[in-house]
Every structure is written in structure tokens, then in C-alpha cells.
């Protein structure tokens, strides 16, 4: 018995698209396909109405999207130029909407914590099995850098983002070193420095200086648990609070 069209409920409407996403679609196929590489200026504006048979307003309107994607970079008075695509580019681009959901909802902050310590153990592991004697030496000099900054509780934290930074660079993985220095630049938003750090720079350097060691020897097992040990009296330290 033949189905009443009336009662489908696949909705297979076709929605028009507008103009400026289709040009927008045009410009990414030519960067995926290599016809424009990091640094290659765009072509102007002339030429792509041209090319894709649209006016000014939708080429205009394509090319600021392509720039808050971070596709490409407008300069005023200068051709648009490709950007370098990476990881830490993918990221950045939800660092706003991320930054605004730690705000928004206290419980993120510590999901944030949550997957820190998850993320942070493992790269210590991989860090410790691919390290080199130059690593290492690089994570020496920055423990001494972070415990020159005593008495000054902000430059104390970047030089701890710093070492936690290298660390992940340890890994030889873009994704990897990308995906630490999001979450550590989110969490030093939150991070109540006038208020906790004051008697436990000393402890934290010296854990510092204890998985660094441990990395040195190569003693995977090691370095994670003194990771987790680190990470979980420094957890204390990140509290939701209106910036």
C-alpha cells in the first residue's frame, strides 16, 4: 500500500546556501590541494569574482570568515596571506569559547584539572622513553630559570608552564605539545597564585628537579607517579573564581 507523503518524516528540503560559504569551500579546496601554501598571498579580490563568478560583497565576506577561522591573516593596506596550519592554530581557535566555559560553569575547571592529570602523565611517559641528553639539560636550565623567579608569583607560573611545556616538546608530537600549552594556559586563568603559592615554591621546584631525574634515568614508571604526585597537591592550587 503506497505511503502517504504527508506522513514522511525524513526532511529532505533543500536549504540554499549563501553565497560567501560556497566561496569559502572554493578558497579551503585550494589550500588543501596546495594551489595556495602558508605565506602565499591571496589572490585579489578582482580575481576570485572572476574566477567563481560572485560579486564583491561575497568574496569580502568569504575572506573575513577564511581570517576568523585563522585560514588566513587580512592585513590593512596588504594582500591576505595563508596562515601555517597546525595544531596550536586548530586550538586557538576555540581558546575564547573555552575560556568563557571555565567561566560560565565552576565544574569545568575541574574536568579541566581532571584531564590534566590524564594528559600530563602520559606525556611524561612518552617524554621519558624519547628523551635525549639535550632535553634534559633544556628542563635543568628551566628549573633554575623558575627558581630564579622566587618572590615574583606570576613569573614564578610561566616559568612553570614553561617546564611543563618542554616536557610535552619531549614527546617530538605537535598534537601532543599543542594540546598541553591550551590547557595550561586555561588553567593559569584560574590559578590563585597570591593566595597558595606562598611556602610552596620550594616543593614544587624540587619536584621539579625529582622528574627531571627520573626522566633522565629513563625510569618511565617513575616519572609518572611523581607527575601525578605533583599535579595532584598543585590541584588545590586552580580555583573557579570571577576574573
Given at each position: 500500500?503506497?505511503?502517504?507523503?504527508?506522513?514522511?518524516?525524513?526532511?529532505?528540503?533543500?536549504?540554499?546556501?549563501?553565497?560567501?560559504?560556497?566561496?569559502?569551500?572554493?578558497?579551503?579546496?585550494?589550500?588543501v590541494?596546495?594551489?595556495?601554501?602558508?605565506?602565499?598571498?591571496?589572490?585579489?579580490?578582482?580575481?576570485?569574482?572572476?574566477?567563481?563568478?560572485?560579486?564583491?560583497?561575497?568574496?569580502?565576506?568569504?575572506?573575513?570568515?577564511?581570517?576568523?577561522?585563522?585560514?588566513?591573516?587580512?592585513?590593512h593596506?596588504?594582500?591576505?596571506?595563508?596562515?601555517?596550519?597546525?595544531?596550536?592554530?586548530?586550538?586557538?581557535?576555540?581558546?575564547?569559547?573555552?575560556?568563557?566555559?571555565?567561566?560560565?560553569?565552576?565544574?569545568?575547571?575541574?574536568?579541566?584539572?581532571?584531564?590534566?592529570?590524564?594528559?600530563?602523565?602520559?606525556?611524561?611517559?612518552?617524554?621519558?622513553?624519547?628523551?635525549?641528553?639535550?632535553?634534559?639539560?633544556?628542563?635543568?636550565?628551566?628549573?633554575?630559570?623558575?627558581?630564579?623567579?622566587?618572590?615574583?608569583?606570576?613569573?614564578?607560573?610561566?616559568?612553570d608552564i614553561?617546564?611543563?611545556?618542554?616536557?610535552?616538546?619531549?614527546?617530538?608530537?605537535?598534537?601532543?605539545?599543542?594540546v598541553?600549552?591550551?590547557?595550561?594556559?586555561?588553567?593559569?586563568?584560574?590559578?590563585?597564585?597570591?593566595?597558595?603559592?606562598?611556602?610552596?615554591?620550594?616543593?614544587?621546584?624540587?619536584?621539579?628537579?625529582?622528574?627531571?631525574?627520573?626522566?633522565?634515568?629513563?625510569?618511565?614508571?617513575?616519572?609518572?607517579?611523581?607527575?601525578?604526585?605533583?599535579?595532584?597537591?598543585?590541584?588545590?592550587?586552580?580555583?573557579?573564581?570571577?576574573?
Open positions: 500500500m503506497p505511503t502517504d507523503p504527508t506522513e514522511q518524516t525524513t526532511d529532505e528540503r533543500i536549504v540554499r546556501r549563501k553565497l560567501s560559504d560556497l566561496v569559502v569551500d572554493k578558497l579551503r579546496d585550494m589550500i590541494d596546495g594551489e595556495l601554501g602558508p605565506g602565499d598571498p591571496m589572490p585579489s579580490e578582482r580575481a576570485l569574482m572572476e574566477r567563481f563568478g560572485v560579486g564583491r560583497p561575497a568574496v569580502r565576506e568569504a575572506l573575513q570568515s577564511m581570517h576568523t577561522m585563522g585560514l588566513i591573516t587580512i592585513s593596506g596588504e594582500r591576505s596571506r595563508v596562515n601555517v596550519l597546525n595544531a596550536g592554530l586548530a586550538l586557538r581557535q576555540v581558546d575564547e569559547i573555552a575560556q568563557l566555559l571555565l567561566s560560565a560553569k565552576p565544574e569545568n575547571l575541574e574536568h579541566l584539572k581532571e584531564t590534566r592529570r590524564l594528559v600530563e602523565v602520559g606525556i611524561v611517559k612518552i617524554a621519558t622513553e624519547k628523551s635525549t641528553s639535550a632535553d634534559v639539560k633544556d628542563l635543568r636550565k628551566l628549573v633554575i630559570a623558575q627558581s630564579n623567579e622566587l618572590g615574583s608569583a606570576e613569573a614564578f607560573m610561566q616559568a614553561a617546564f611543563h611545556n618542554r616536557i610535552a616538546e619531549t614527546t617530538g608530537n605537535p598534537l601532543i605539545v599543542a598541553s600549552e591550551a590547557m595550561l594556559k586555561w588553567l593559569f586563568k584560574y590559578h590563585t597564585s597570591l593566595l597558595h603559592w606562598s611556602g610552596r615554591e620550594e616543593t614544587t621546584l624540587s619536584e621539579h628537579e625529582k622528574i627531571v631525574d627520573l626522566i633522565e634515568a629513563r625510569d618511565v614508571e617513575g616519572s609518572a607517579q611523581m607527575m601525578q604526585q605533583h599535579l595532584d597537591r598543585s590541584d588545590v592550587l586552580y580555583k573557579h573564581h570571577k576574573r
